[in-house]
């Protein structure tokens, strides 16, 4: 049997970083059928990371940001055709062309797309941006170059934030706007977002919070907008970051469970049809997929994580071509950087499962330190400002479902004798950005307060 699974057919919808290190890893592994790479983009799996900072600097052009390829996965790649359909009783991929690729086993790797801004003929305005693909980046980067006299970012969130460091840095005017009360909070809490907020007002960014963009402005070329406060900001370039939609639209008839946070599947990215029943022959990796973590309840993850669809592609190449006992779980701990006005900020583990933090080490005066953060007496994340070295001892803590504050003298030197404060996760549908990490059940705070 396990020999019939190195051979046969395999179809991988998605051809970015998911999906190339998954054919790869199918190498790897010993599959020696035929593979076959579908992707709607007309590119080569590139690198999206380099697009909100380098690529925006002018350190870097948009086509320069190719994935290197760790070995030739033989594969037949379909670029710019997009998939529309799966039938999985006849086990065929339908693409827009007309054509269908049968398989015996399809792995799911689609991805996110930039959430666009609602009202269509305002999105279509000259200067109106999102940021998502290589054409993007090219496009803002070259509007940025030519010195606008001032650029608005909608959404506080990783991308929103690391768009107008990029603007800053260039010695651009920005205002940013978020729903929510401060920048990175539906990501890391009501604590260490009130240190972002201050980073960004004290490199000169115009940061409005708790407000709404109600209307975008221009007749053909973008020249403001209205603010839910009756203010108006006046600009010429606008980058709409409110978040990833996941690209599940093309499974609606599948019978598989997809939905808006992705497509269900269990610990060995199997995915799950409709009634919860798992499949055997289709498996989903990378940004599309919601999989259950015992470290966090059994909890359904979605994650938008580079390291998670690298580690992801490689179980469910491994559990493609391999029999049952062999299947390994994906229960690698999300991690996450990123680097914004001068600061490096780096994540482990789940910061929305939490009821606490604590500050473990260095200080927010300092802008240098650990942050801790726990749920019902056990440490379930932790983020580090400048700080990373400490990053692997926490995540110890975290593997182990350690206790609670931690102890103190931990890491590497005497920890801050902070106490516990709550972790203030704010409610998602309040934020303008969403968490990079989503638990997709209920929000351990959210539960508490009702108690």
């Not at 940001?65 to 790649?77: C, F, H, N």
């Not at 651009?172 to 539906?186: D, F, K, Q």
């Not at 803590?397 to 005497?414: H, Q």
Request: charge should be negative; include cysteine; proline fraction near 7%.
């Amino acid at each position: 049997m396990s020999d019939d699974l190195k051979k046969g057919r395999i179809v991988i919808v998605g051809a970015s970083l998911a999906g190339l290190r998954a054919a790869e890893a199918l190498r790897e592994e010993g599959f020696t059928g035929s593979l076959t790479v579908v992707g709607d983009e007309p590119h080569a799996p590139y690198d999206r990371p380099p697009l909100s900072k380098q690529v925006l600097l002018g350190q870097a052009t948009a086509d320069t940001t190719g994935l290197p390829v760790r070995r030739d996965p033989d594969a037949e790649w379909r670029l710019g055709v997009r998939a529309t359909g799966v039938d999985l009783l006849a086990k065929r991929v339908l693409l827009e062309d007309g054509e269908s690729l049968p398989y015996d086993r399809l792995l799911i790797a689609t991805g996110t797309r930039a959430r666009p801004w609602p009202d269509a003929e305002e999105a279509a305005l000259d200067g109106v941006f999102t940021l998502r693909t290589r054409e993007d980046a090219g496009g803002l980067a070259e509007r940025l170059a030519a010195g606008p006299e001032r650029v608005l970012v909608i959404g506080g969130g990783f991308t929103g934030s690391e768009i107008a460091s990029a603007c800053r840095e260039l010695g651009l005017a920005v205002s940013v706007t978020e729903r929510g009360p401060a920048p990175l909070v539906g990501a890391l809490g009501g604590t260490l977002s009130k240190l972002a907020a201050v980073m960004q007002r004290n490199h000169g960014v115009d940061l409005r919070t708790g407000v709404t963009v109600t209307a975008l402005n221009g007749n053909g070329a973008f020249t403001g907008a209205q603010l839910s406060d009756g203010s108006r900001v006046d600009a010429d370039v606008c980058v709409v970051a409110l978040g990833a939609i996941r690209n599940v639209e093309w499974l609606a008839e599948s019978g598989l469970a997809a939905g808006p946070r992705g497509i269900a599947c269990d610990a060995g990215c199997r995915a799950f049809n409709m009634y919860g029943i798992v499949t055997d022959d289709v498996f989903v990796a990378g940004d599309v997929s919601r999989f259950p973590h015992p470290l966090f309840g059994y909890q359904m993850l979605s994650l938008e994580h580079w390291g998670n669809a690298v580690e992801q592609a490689g179980v469910a190449a491994h559990n493609m071509v391999s029999p049952g006992p062999l299947r390994r779980p994906h229960l690698s701990i999300p991690s996450f950087w990123s680097t914004q006005f001068g600061l490096n900020i780096k994540s482990v583990g789940v910061p929305t499962y939490s009821d606490h933090v604590v500050i473990a080490q260095g200080s927010l005066e300092a802008r240098r330190l650990a942050m801790v953060y726990g749920y019902q007496g056990r440490v379930t994340a932790a983020v580090t400002v400048d700080m990373a070295k400490s990053l692997d001892y926490y995540r110890h803590l975290i593997e182990t479902a350690a206790a609670f504050p931690p102890p103190p003298g931990a890491a590497d030197r005497a920890i801050a004798a902070d106490i516990p404060v709550p972790s203030l996760v704010p409610d998602p549908s309040g934020l303008s950005h969403g968490p990079t990490v989503a638990l997709t059940g209920h929000l351990p705070d959210r539960r508490l307060t009702v108690v």
